[in-house]
């Protein structure tokens, strides 16, 4: 058997690039540090579904979070980082994180290793340069209405996303610096209330660049 | 499924030479460069010139974050329209009414959502 012995050795070089980035995603004291190696974390994710032939959920998974939710992420940092705060453990005990951790991880894995789904899959893996015209197929027959709904929420997403990154439309249009924005921005910006974009979140300035 | 995985074979080594690239040029201009001779002059970010006052990290437009999350729910519908791409043909004859019309109406939906971000001028940089 080539491929007993084949692999685990694939599967434990990735698990362990993974559950170590995630580790340090987690402990990391600068933040920079920790987006990055939550993008390890995402490509061990993703080379974890190619190693089980889910080529498709593999790029997606590449596609989506190498791609994009680590942008989002990095731009997330960015903008809250003149918000730094003294880091305060909300919790006395390790142990209280500890459980927590348990109960949430429990909560998952027990619904997923229970349901009667799991026993419905086939032991072997289907034919791999097939999965995406079979996720193609389902789609557009059989999963037709829950992909319109998918636009849906999407949809509302954009919208939400516009909305509140763009609060405060109605200041934009005013060419005159506002009090509120003048003693906001102070002399970290000298950009016009124009176009400094105020949005719910902790930069209540912005600057150009 | 070992050869699966042994496919993405030349990716893993594309990876390790761009890793080793980076890494062996910091390398090799710690080894050639000359350590020692640092100053404090020599580390400010402008050796010559103004000397730099206040925090180094300016704050940044809202409008990066915007950006960001347009890219990502963007990226989401390509992720869905990929499979329905690959399978259009084959598919086009069997069930015409739901390939063309499923995705026509999916991207309907979506081309609202569109229409209201460039309507708010979310596209829109400079304003």
Known sequence: ?209 | MQSQLSQYLPVLMFLMVTIGFAVGTLAFSVIAGKVGRRTRTKDIPYECGMVPEGPGNARLSVKFFLVALLFVLFDIEVVFMYPWAVTYKELLAKHFASVVGGMLSFMGILFVGYLYALKKKAFDWKS
């Open chain 1, 1 to 209: 058997m080539r491929m007993l012995s084949d692999i685990p050795i694939a599967f434990l070089m990735i698990a362990a690039v993974t559950l170590v980035s995630a580790v340090c995603a987690m402990s990391l004291r600068n933040l920079v540090h920790c987006g990055l190696c939550l993008v390890l974390t995402f490509v061990g994710l993703a080379a974890t579904y190619l190693h089980l032939s889910a080529e498709f959920v593999g790029f997606a998974q590449v596609l989506v979070y190498v791609g994009a939710v680590a942008i989002l992420i990095v731009f997330t940092i960015l903008l809250t980082r003149n918000a730094e705060v003294t880091l305060s453990p909300v919790s006395q005990s390790s142990l209280v994180g500890l459980g927590i951790a348990i109960a949430v991880c429990g909560s998952l894995v027990l619904p997923l290793v229970t349901s009667p789904s799991l026993r419905r899959l086939p032991a072997q893996s289907l034919a791999p340069d097939a999965q995406v015209q079979r996720i193609g197929e389902k789609l557009m027959a059989q999963y037709v209405i829950p992909l319109e709904a998918l636009a849906l929420v999407l949809t509302a997403a954009m919208i939400g996303a516009v909305v509140i990154a763009m609060r405060d439309d109605p200041e934009r249009n005013d060419p005159s610096p506002s009090p509120q924005n003048q003693k906001d921005t102070g002399s970290v910006s000298n950009s016009p209330a124009g176009t400094a974009l105020n949005s719910s979140s902790s930069t209540s300035s912005s600057q150009r660049p």
